[in-house]
Nanobody, 119 residues
Framework: QVQLVESGGASVNAGGSLKLSCAAS????????MTWVRQAPGKDVEWVST????????RYADSVKGRFTISRDNSKDTLYLEMNGLQPDDTAVYFC????????????RGQGTQVTVSA
């Protein structure tokens, strides 16, 4: 079955950087687009970014455009999200999901990794 395991979350100061990873298994990774979504405390899930199966097409939410970069390594079955210029509003649990989508309602997802940004 599809398994997605996120890692790389941490607590950082505003202006800092992190790189999240999502290790995929249980399906042929290179055939699927992938998506990152996030959920801040007390808020709905927010779509963040998506990438097609070849890594040649990406989309970003306006809130992260220019600061976050989505990428993938199909030889390692791994999805990435590089986050620069982090702000307190970026504090959330970040989830990776299978599929190329601009919707926050996307499944299946991993268990998430916590990112906390302090002012």
């Amino acid at each position: 079955q599809v398994q997605l395991v996120e890692s790389g979350g941490a607590s950082v100061n505003a202006g800092g950087s992190l790189k999240l990873s999502c290790a995929a298994s249980g399906f042929t990774f290179r055939y699927y687009g992938m998506t990152w979504v996030r959920q801040a405390p007390g808020k709905d899930v927010e779509w963040v970014s998506t990438i097609n199966n070849a890594g040649t097409s990406t989309r970003y939410a306006d809130s992260v455009k220019g600061r976050f970069t989505i990428s993938r390594d199909n030889s390692k079955d791994t999805l990435y999200l590089e986050m620069n210029g982090l702000q307190p509003d970026d504090t959330a649990v970040y989830f990776c999901a299978q599929g190329f989508s601009t919707s926050a309602s996307i499944f299946p997802r991993g268990q998430g990794t916590q990112v906390t940004v302090s002012a």
